[in-house]
């Protein structure tokens, strides 16, 4: 096999666990936070990109309270935010890259 072939395979075993073990804890969010969340961030996703979804997931309905860039209709936007990976969030101009937990972003935006 081809390094880079065992390197994106590793990585897609990461990506793939790291998104089951943060659904699987299935956390609720209240309201209050996920528009304080909401206020102090914003999302960049990609439409049909599962570990967007996985993220989504974890909002529930309080989804409509984030601010949600989507890089599939908005591509311009995310280019030029730096975006070369989805989810990532921009918190205090700040990238995270990847599946954040409820508990990460409650601190990472101080709410």
Not at 20 to 47: H, P, Q
């Amino acid at each position: 096999m081809k390094p880079n072939l065992v390197t994106a395979i590793i990585i897609l075993i990461i990506i793939i666990f790291s998104v089951w073990t943060i659904t699987k804890n299935n956390e609720l969010i209240d309201e209050d936070l996920a528009k304080c969340i909401g206020e102090n961030s914003v999302l960049y996703v990609k439409k049909g990109c599962f570990a967007c979804e996985a993220q989504r997931d974890l909002f529930g309905d309080s989804i409509k309270h984030l601010e949600i860039v989507d890089c599939l209709t908005q591509p311009e936007e995310c280019a030029a935010n730096l975006i070369t990976s989805v989810p990532t969030w921009i918190i205090n101009e700040n990238h995270y890259v990847g599946v954040q937990s409820i508990e990460t972003l409650k601190q990472l935006t101080n709410c």
